[in-house]
Each structure stands twice: as structure tokens, then as C-alpha cells.
């Protein structure tokens, strides 16, 4: 079993600075991407940003000289830095793991499936 554990949200005024932090737990065999996604209210989830295992990053346009995303693959931890944050930011946002293959010898190995975080919230505002 797998699970991303999210922290860093909050409550900070436009203009300012947040970092998000996901770990994923469990006995991870291999794991293609990590991102981020956001859903505001009233609104579907999106793709904020994304990581593949070889580094390759993926980002919203609307996020684009703003947002950074890193990984570290021997961690399997994915942080995103949120710089000059607007209120159009705001949101509930969702760590997402993509392709995932866990297990042991032991117990065998299962996959490849998606995993997501259970969202923390990011608001901007004055």
C-alpha cells in the first residue's frame, strides 16, 4: 500500500511565498511522476505541475515563472515552491503519484496504479 502525505499549505497574502511538500510511503518498486493538481471551488481539478523520474518538468501555463517543482527520487518526495502568489491561486491542492509499481520479493509486486494525496489548502488573499 501506498500513500502520499501532504504538508505546507495555508494562508498567506498575494505576492508572498508557499511550499508544498508530498512524501510517498510504502514499499515503492518504481514510480514514473510525481505532480501537483488544484481544484478551486465550484471548479475541476487541474494540472498545476509535473515531474518524471528522469527530471522532466511538465507546468500550467498559468503557473510558469512562478511555480518550481522538484523531486528526489531517493526520498520519493516532490515539493513545489509557489513564489508571487495571486488570488486566482487559491485552492485545495492534491499531491498525485503516477505509475506506480510497490511491493517486495516477498509479498509480490503490484501496479502499476495512481495514488493521491488528500489535498491541502492553499489560500491568497489580503
Known amino acids: 500500500q501506498v500513500q502520499l502525505v501532504e504538508s505546507g499549505g495555508g494562508l498567506v497574502q498575494p505576492g508572498e511565498s508557499l511550499r508544498l511538500s508530498c512524501a510517498a510511503v510504502?514499499?515503492?518498486?518504481?514510480?514514473?511522476?510525481m505532480g501537483w493538481y488544484r481544484q478551486a471551488p465550484g471548479g475541476q481539478r487541474e494540472l498545476v505541475a509535473t515531474?518524471?523520474?528522469?527530471?522532466?518538468?511538465n507546468y500550467d501555463d498559468s503557473v510558469k515563472g512562478r511555480f518550481t517543482i522538484s523531486r528526489d527520487n531517493a526520498k520519493n518526495t516532490v515539493d513545489l515552491q509557489m513564489n508571487s502568489l495571486k488570488p486566482e491561486d487559491t485552492a485545495v491542492y492534491y499531491c498525485?503519484?503516477?505509475?506506480?509499481?510497490?511491493?517486495?520479493?516477498?509479498?509480490?509486486?503490484?501496479?502499476?496504479?495512481?495514488?493521491w494525496g488528500q489535498g491541502t489548502q492553499v489560500t491568497v488573499s489580503s
Open positions: 510504502g514499499h515503492i518498486s518504481t514510480m514514473y511522476a
Open positions: 515531474v518524471t523520474s528522469s527530471s522532466v518538468t
Open positions: 498525485n503519484a503516477d505509475s506506480v509499481i510497490s511491493g517486495t520479493d516477498d509479498s509480490g509486486y503490484v501496479g502499476p496504479y495512481d495514488y
